[in-house]
């Protein structure tokens, strides 16, 4: 596939065990009575290593982390009632809940999901997880300069086989690569970590989707802001 190499590992970041799949995970231990003192972010499988990461760096032992399927990524209509389900299941158990998502394709239904639910539940700023990683300024910015832009992020890149290529079934018709990309002229990465191998991979899955490249580091943008404004209500509420 133009050398491209299969992309489905994660690799442990700093002493991290590494996330070697798309399945929710699942780090709660069960709750008697509504807990005020710690916060439940239910976030997208895609986002699981970046929040584990700053989860640790940060010492927020105050959070506590439930992730839907990545590979809703690319089924966003179930997006919401999965994730009316998850809130559903532990509303009784957290006074504090945060969604780690953007809109991500749905049209607003996760914003009437969480009006749902009622107060102290909140969702991560911007359309999708392009948009809080680069600020949603500059990630505004960004898309004037260049409407046809694919962009991929440190998760999309490490696992663009099984999202991408598999995912959109250009493994077995890659025919469909130009009818699904005709409109796009630019890949853009918006890094995560500082990771030269990483680059040199995304610069790949350009070249495999026949577009220009470049790179923008970004950080954890809006994610680690939002996450820390969560703590920070969490420790004023002590």
């Not at 991500?104 to 107060?119: F, K, Q, Y």
């Not at 409407?147 to 025919?175: A, M, N, Q, S, W």
């Not at 469909?176 to 191998?197: E, G, I, M, P, W």
Request: charged share 25%; aromatic share 10%.
């Amino acid at each position: 596939m133009n050398g491209l190499e299969p992309m489905d590992s994660l690799e442990p970041i700093d002493g991290l065990e590494p996330i070697d799949s798309l399945e929710p995970i699942n780090s709660l231990e069960p709750i008697k009575g509504r807990e005020s003192s710690r916060l439940l972010v239910i976030a997208c499988g895609a986002l699981a290593r970046e929040i584990v990461w700053l989860q640790k760096l940060n010492g927020w032992s105050q959070m506590d982390l439930q992730c839907l399927d990545a590979e809703l990524h690319n089924r966003p209509k179930l997006i919401p009632q999965k994730l009316r389900q998850k809130i559903e299941q532990y509303r009784s158990q957290y006074q504090h809940i945060f969604v780690a998502y953007g809109d991500c394709g749905t049209g607003g239904e996760i914003d009437r999901v969480i009006a749902e639910a009622g107060e102290s539940i909140e969702r991560l700023p911007g359309a999708h997880c392009y948009s809080f990683y680069a600020g949603e300024q500059d990630f505004t910015q960004m898309a004037e300069r260049e409407l046809g832009t694919f962009y991929l992020t440190d998760f999309l890149v490490e696992h663009f086989d099984r999202l991408v290529i598999k995912g959109l079934k250009l493994d077995l018709y890659p025919e469909l690569r130009d009818q699904y990309f005709a409109n796009y002229r630019l890949v853009t990465y918006l890094s995560q970590r500082q990771d030269a191998d990483l680059v040199v991979r995304a610069e790949r899955a350009a070249e495999f989707l026949g577009l220009e490249f470049s790179h923008k580091h970004s950080g954890y943008g809006d994610l680690e802001k939002g996450l820390k404004e969560q703590i920070l209500q969490i420790i004023e509420s002590e």
